[in-house]
């Protein structure tokens, strides 16, 4: 291996200007499991690697590939350490199943074992010099070997082997700077590399530092590198499992089936498949628990009719237009509780209001008739209801429909309680009903829309009859 003295081709002002300039450039990103990934073809994203040292800019670059996403699943130091880089590169065909789960095309292959040719070629031309870190005992030196053999004029700055104690980390970093290496090559496998560089890109002077895996084995001739019509047909995994069956298995084998997974949920949330699921199990519970509960209390139905009718002749159901899910306005159906003319003697006493805030709710309201104070005591009144869930204008939990003169009262985040359909019972009413201000009704909507799901209308169903039953807030 032979090692050139430092060159420096960077004291044309022009060359200086476009550095800077291609330095700064930003990148399309695609983001696949919460990482922005390049979108940028090899070539020249490796002269943009080239600029980078050229303008003095410092960066950490590292690769991304289906293994990598596996690792940083379980392990937050080494998920933050990606986070933390200036570039991620796509590495694999994992990347573009996973973009094309996701709806998008997928980023083009960046991987290190293709790119690292151009990087070569490039800092030969531009008088970088590449310091080389990782592998077992000689295969950093092999790697070396051939870069110096298939471009000559490269400067190998330095190589060392991935075995090194602590107390030797030190004088190893002070010999990369002694190097004045512009690229720093660091290859001791996923997470421990990328753990390495966060831990000391502080202590390193070389503009750029990048993680890159195996690569040196492959150069060194340690593990053969698979055909190129393997490698074209995007199967040069299956090459490396066949290579090292007994190490790779795991990783290959179960890493893979675990990342498609996780890939495949992932793109089913950002497809809006999840939530399209949510909806249609919500509004099929709603159809069968609204249909059995009809059928189950018909009784009750047929003797709260009776005895409003015979208290005073007047209508047994209610039909009040109340609004909706995103502001619509529907016609709401109710157990008559109160006298004919209630509305006409609301205005009269909306001073006498005993609830803070919009609503309005008075605990011995004089417009309720007799029957009407038991019905409301135990929540018979809202039964009706049930037609409106199986109509599709409510649902069985959700926020309570409000009327039109409260909404018009409604100010800033109030608005929020509209974004869902509105129920018969919600998080509030199995929590103290009326005796809960309405700005704490609001957060508990709010609450309640953000996370609504099957799970959670079930236990707040299985809440409401012991809420019912307790007559809390109950007038």
């Given at each position: ?467 019912v039953l307790g007559g809390r807030g109950a007038f």
């Open positions: 291996m032979k090692y050139l003295p430092k060159r420096d081709f960077r004291l044309i002002p022009g060359a200086v200007v476009s550095d800077r300039l291609e330095a700064g450039r930003k990148w399309p990103t695609i983001r696949l499991f919460d990482l922005p990934l390049v979108c940028a073809g090899r070539r020249e994203m490796a002269r943009h690697i080239l600029a980078r040292v050229g303008a003095d800019r410092p960066s950490t670059i590292n690769f991304v590939n289906a293994h990598c996403i596996n690792q940083q699943r379980e392990d937050a130091q080494y998920r933050e350490a990606l986070k933390a880089s200036d570039l991620l590169l796509p590495d694999g065909v994992g990347m573009e199943i996973a973009a094309r789960l996701c709806g998008t095309r997928g980023p083009q292959n960046l991987n290190g074992t293709d790119l690292f040719p151009m990087l070569c070629r490039e800092a030969e031309e531009e008088g970088t010099g590449i310091f080389l870190l990782g592998g077992l005992p000689g295969v950093a030196d092999g790697a070396a070997d051939w870069a110096a053999y298939h471009f000559p004029a490269l400067r190998i700055a330095g190589t060392q082997s991935g075995f090194f104690t602590p107390e030797e980390e030190d004088a190893l970093i002070e010999r990369i700077n002694r190097s004045h290496a512009g690229i720093v090559l660091v290859g001791m496998g996923v997470p421990l590399q990328e753990k390495w560089i966060a831990r000391n890109r502080h202590r390193i002077t070389a503009p750029v530092v990048m993680g890159v895996g195996g690569l040196f084995d492959y150069y060194a001739g340690r593990i053969p590198r698979a055909p190129a019509m393997v490698r074209a047909c995007k199967s040069e995994w299956m090459w490396r499992l066949a290579m090292e069956p007994r190490r790779m298995a795991k990783r290959y084998i179960q890493g893979n089936a675990t990342f498609l997974a996780h890939a495949a949920m992932i793109a089913a949330g950002e497809r809006g498949l999840f939530e399209q699921l949510n909806v249609a199990g919500k509004r099929a519970l709603d159809i069968v628990v609204a249909g059995l509960a009809v059928l189950a209390l018909l009784p009750i139905f047929i003797a709260t009719a009776l005895s409003i009718r015979l208290e005073d002749k007047g209508p047994v159901l209610f039909r009040q237009t109340r609004i909706g899910a995103d502001g619509a306005p529907f016609s709401m159906i109710k157990f008559r509780s109160m006298y004919i003319d209630s509305e006409e003697r609301r205005k009269a006493l909306l001073s006498q209001s005993e609830r803070a805030g919009i609503c309005f709710k008075m605990r011995n309201d004089p417009r309720i008739t007799r029957t009407g104070r038991f019905i409301r005591r135990f929540s018979i009144d809202e039964l009706p209801q049930l037609f409106n869930v199986l109509g599709g204008s409510m649902s069985l939990v959700g926020p309570r429909p409000a009327l039109p003169s409260e909404v018009a009262a409604y100010r800033g985040s109030h608005w929020q309680r509209l974004a869902g359909k509105p129920g018969i019972t919600c998080t509030w009413q199995v929590r103290g009903r009326a005796e809960i201000p309405f700005e704490r009704q609001a957060i508990m909507d709010r609450a309640y829309l953000k996370r609504t799901n099957v799970w959670v209308d079930l236990k707040l169903l299985f809440c409401t009859p012991r809420a």
